[in-house]
């Protein structure tokens, strides 16, 4: 505690320090950098999910007994991605990281023990009509615009598989890797045979592609939409495919099939067709029970206009 009555946070890396009016304002404490902070006056330690600032807490907050808080991304960042987009909202977990399957977390947690009233629900459920009627996403630069502009083939029925960056510690979190994307597409193959294949690339992916590289290696045809907001794509897919991408939620949201090839916050709860297993059976949950939990239990939002 310092000498203002506020706790002392110390973050573990330059690009939180960038950060520290927004964390000073979401955890109503003050920010430090460490190692320039005296251990004997930190309260907790911050990192960035499984990033090395994020292991730079676990291990400080271990060596000095100090609680651990663990940032990233909210579900609903930002218009664009980067640095230089301010962000609408964060996660702060205080037990692991919601994307991280083989660890507790404060997600699972509210998910499994929190029993929204019906006044919750359907303020769940109400936040999930606005989000789809505004077409709001994680990032929301992408131009809307209409299948056939975005190089769909006309009337063609399809599915979507949505592509990540090699190597993310989402895909290694969700107890998969990155030979699953070829395993989607081998399913999608054989399981929608008169239905084109539309791979949703990840911006950060470029030439290494995952699924672009299966489809290559495999020989499978695919079709690669051009740069659009995904809703159009979620909303007419016979099918969504992911390993652990949010798009997979999104398109829960949507009304859409969803075949989940790793273990995400949402799978395994019987809203997805579930092709991986998880260390511990899960409960089943609405749509607007897990969408309670992520976006308004676990979710904190800035008001970036109040400034």
């Known amino acids: 505690m310092n000498s203002k009555g506020r706790p002392l946070h110390a973050v573990t890396s330059p690009g939180l320090w960038m950060q520290r009016s927004d964390l000073s304002t979401l955890l109503d404490a003050e920010i430090g950098f460490w190692p320039f902070c005296l251990p004997g006056k930190v309260d907790a330690f911050i990192g960035w999910g499984r990033r090395p600032s ?9 060596a000095h007994k100090k609680p651990v808080l663990t940032f990233e991304d909210g579900f609903l960042k930002s218009y664009a991605p980067g640095k230089d987009d301010p962000a609408h909202s964060f996660i702060i977990d205080r037990s692991g990281i919601y994307f991280n399957a083989a660890e507790d977390n404060d997600l699972k947690r509210l998910i499994d023990d929190e029993t929204p009233d019906a006044e919750a629900l359907g303020r769940a459920a109400a936040a999930i009509r606005f989000i789809r009627e505004n077409r709001l996403s994680k990032y929301n630069n992408s131009p ?3 299948l056939a502009d975005a190089g769909m083939p006309f009337g063609k029925p399809f599915v979507l598989l949505v592509d990540q960056v090699a190597g993310d510690a989402s895909i290694a979190g969700a107890l998969a890797d990155d030979k699953r994307f070829g395993e989607m597409l081998e ?3 054989a399981h929608y045979p008169r239905a084109q294949i539309a791979v949703r690339t990840h911006p950060a992916a470029g030439a290494n592609s995952l699924l672009v590289g299966a489809a290559r290696r495999l020989g499978i045809d695919i079709v690669i939409p051009g740069r659009m907001n995904p809703w159009p794509l979620l909303e007419e897919a016979d099918a969504v495919y992911t390993v652990s991408s949010q798009l997979g939620f999104e398109a829960l949201m ?3 099939k969803v075949h989940a090839f790793g273990a995400t916050y949402y799978s395994h709860r019987g809203l997805t067709e579930d092709h991986c ?9 609405s749509l607007e029970q897990v969408f309670h939990a992520a976006y308004i239990g676990y979710s904190r939002y800035l008001d970036l206009h109040d400034r």
């Not at 994020?54 to 907050?61: D, E, H, M, N």
């Open 277 to 285: 297993t998880v260390p511990q059976p899960r409960g089943a949950s």
């Open 254 to 256: 949507a009304g859409r």
């Open 187 to 189: 399913h999608a193959k």
């Open 144 to 146: 809307l615009r209409g």
């Open 54 to 62: 994020g292991v730079r807490a676990v291990k400080l907050g271990i």
